[in-house]
């Protein structure tokens, strides 16, 4: 099994503010919501040909991995959004200055919609050490709908560089509160560098509509599940 290393960087981490496995960061919206779709007096919903129930997104096991593949760095601190003179300004307790800073507008780089040009950067907490030949990506949490911020993504050769270096996020318009200690701030998730090259593949209509009855016959049974079943590979994050 490879190993990911994180060494600390601020004075204050310790092991309530250590980088955790995705998995353990699965946001309430998710482990609150129900396996199986339901009508609107609550009732579950057949599935398609009236044999079984219709499972709903939770029971999808693509979307499941986005939120358990990698690992998960987060607030040490409680956060405190607030406006002042007409912007989002951001206040940290005292010992944690220097994790979250305040920066105008990039000039030429694209804000994301809803958020304001005037931004922030996280200096992150920690920073991954890889084995020879592995890289980090570094992405906003994934599907983490709830959080008030959109962190930018990037990609760093963690083999030969260990910082971590400011990040920029941006808030989304509106928000103002207080985001407490803990919660996610960046999905850094190890991958191997290699070599690729592409290729497309033209196929007649014919040949679309054959692989979807295949596919059409091969994943939608009674039971569902089939992907999980037959092709789902686990992927292990320690």
């Given at each position: 099994?490879?190993?990911?290393?994180?060494?600390?960087?601020?004075?204050?981490?310790?092991e309530?503010?250590?980088?955790?496995?995705?998995?353990?960061t699965?946001?309430?919206?998710?482990?609150?919501?129900?396996?199986?779709?339901?009508d609107?007096?609550?009732?579950?919903?057949?599935?398609?040909?009236?044999e079984?129930?219709?499972?709903?997104?939770?029971?999808c096991?693509?979307?499941?991995?986005?939120?358990?593949?990698?690992?998960?760095?987060?607030?040490?601190?409680d956060?405190?959004?607030?406006?002042?003179?007409?912007?989002?300004?951001?206040?940290?307790?005292?010992g944690?200055?220097?994790?979250?800073?305040?920066?105008p507008?990039?000039?030429?780089?694209?804000?994301?919609?809803?958020?304001?040009?005037?931004?922030?950067?996280?200096?992150?907490?920690?920073?991954?050490?890889?084995?020879?030949?592995y890289?980090?990506?570094?992405?906003?949490?994934?599907?983490?709908?709830?959080?008030?911020?959109?962190?930018?993504?990037?990609?760093?050769?963690s083999?030969?560089?260990?910082?971590?270096?400011?990040?920029?996020?941006?808030?989304?318009?509106?928000?103002?509160?207080?985001?407490?200690?803990g919660?996610?701030?960046?999905q850094?998730?190890?991958?191997?560098?290699?070599?690729?090259?592409?290729?497309?593949?033209?196929?007649?209509?014919?040949?679309?509509?054959?692989?979807?009855?295949?596919?059409?016959?091969?994943?939608?049974?009674?039971?569902?599940?089939?992907?999980?079943?037959?092709?789902?590979s686990?992927?292990?994050?320690?």
């Amino acid at each position: 099994m490879n190993k990911i290393i994180f060494h600390s960087n601020k004075h204050y981490n310790n092991e309530e503010t250590a980088p955790i496995t995705g998995r353990k960061t699965l946001p309430s919206w998710w482990t609150n919501s129900d396996t199986f779709v339901k009508d609107p007096f609550g009732y579950p919903i057949a599935n398609f040909n009236g044999e079984g129930k219709m499972f709903s997104f939770k029971a999808c096991p693509a979307v499941l991995d986005t939120f358990q593949t990698g690992y998960m760095l987060l607030t040490p601190c409680d956060l405190e959004f607030y406006e002042k003179y007409g912007r989002i300004k951001v206040k940290v307790p005292i010992g944690f200055d220097d994790f979250v800073g305040e920066r105008p507008p990039m000039q030429e780089f694209q804000t994301p919609i809803g958020c304001s040009p005037w931004h922030f950067h996280w200096y992150a907490n920690w920073a991954p050490e890889l084995p020879e030949g592995y890289s980090s990506i570094y992405v906003p949490p994934i599907n983490h709908f709830e959080l008030p911020w959109i962190t930018v993504g990037g990609i760093i050769d963690s083999d030969k560089v260990t910082t971590a270096g400011l990040i920029p996020f941006f808030l989304k318009e509106g928000f103002v509160g207080v985001v407490p200690a803990g919660t996610p701030y960046l999905q850094i998730i190890p991958f191997k560098r290699e070599d690729w090259e592409s290729e497309n593949i033209f196929h007649t209509p014919m040949e679309i509509a054959k692989k979807a009855r295949e596919t059409s016959d091969l994943f939608r049974t009674t039971e569902g599940g089939v992907y999980k079943k037959l092709f789902w590979s686990k992927r292990r994050y320690k």
